[in-house]
T-cell receptor, first 115, second 112 residues
Framework: AQSVTQLGSHVSVSEGALVLLRCNYS??????LFWYVQYPNQGLQLLLK??????LVKGINGFEAEFKKSETSFHLTKPSAHMSDAAEYFC?????????????FGKGTHLIIQP | SQTIHQWPATLVQPVGSPLSLECTVE??????LYWYRQAAGRGLQLLFY??????ISSEVPQNLSASRPQDRQFILSSKKLLLSDSGFYLC???????????FGDGTRLSIL
């Protein structure tokens, strides 16, 4: 079974500062990892994904994440925060062992951008 | 390009009333389809998934059911709603196993 832990239900950063949202996972098979963003009263939008290959993956809106197998982590970063980045962010994992089961999500991190 | 539609966007229902939420996908064939629920202050919980017409898998026991009458249509239903059924319901699709899931805009369901 898979699980996802997102450290910090709320993260506050100043505009222009580094954004770091933490995600740790557990998986019994090599994982596929995803970050999604959710704006109020909307669905989830895929930011980036890791399946295989390069461990540093770049996504939309200037975000990137690095898969670290030894640390079972997939932290999301952005060098300089914008006000428009304020939203809820979800880390998700699915096993790559087959089956059509859905994603396992973390509980989300609310990103607050201070002007 | 592929699109996913959910309706209604918001719904207010009395306890004990029936429910039907609809989701359709356009621009792709034989997608995997999913229903999630997002309760206040929580993450997303997978409710059902489907790999084909008439094939439904349930992840958690509950007061809800799902059906897939057509290839790109996924319906979430209940015969009698409970207060605990309140939440934000999201439909999603993916091309195949291991591929990213793409989400609809959700339905906010309030039970009175």
């Amino acid at each position: 079974a898979q699980s996802v832990t997102q450290l910090g239900s709320h993260v506050s950063v100043s505009e222009g500062a580094l954004v770091l949202l933490r995600c740790n996972y557990s998986s019994s098979v090599p994982p596929y990892l995803f970050w999604y963003v959710q704006y109020p009263n909307q669905g989830l939008q895929l930011l980036l994904k890791y399946t295989t290959g390069a461990t540093l993956v770049k996504g939309i809106n200037g975000f990137e994440a690095e898969f670290k197998k030894s640390e079972t982590s997939f932290h999301l970063t952005k060098p300089s925060a914008h006000m428009s980045d304020a939203a809820e962010y979800f880390c998700a994992v699915r096993g790559s062992g087959g089956g059509a089961d859905g994603l396992t999500f973390g509980k989300g991190t609310h990103l607050i951008i201070q002007p | 390009s592929q699109t996913i539609h959910q309706w209604p966007a918001t719904l207010v229902q009395p306890v004990g009333s029936p429910l039907s939420l609809e989701c359709t996908v356009e621009g792709t064939s034989n997608p995997n389809l999913y229903w999630y629920r997002q309760a206040a202050g929580r993450g997303l919980q997978l409710l059902f998934y489907s790999v084909g017409i008439g094939q439904i898998s349930s992840e958690v026991p509950q007061n809800l059911s799902a059906s897939r009458p057509q290839d790109r249509q996924f319906i979430l239903s209940s015969k009698k709603l409970l207060l605990s059924d309140s939440g934000f319901y999201l439909c999603a699709w993916s091309v195949s196993v291991g591929q990213p899931q793409h989400f609809g805009d959700g339905t906010r369901l309030s039970i009175l």
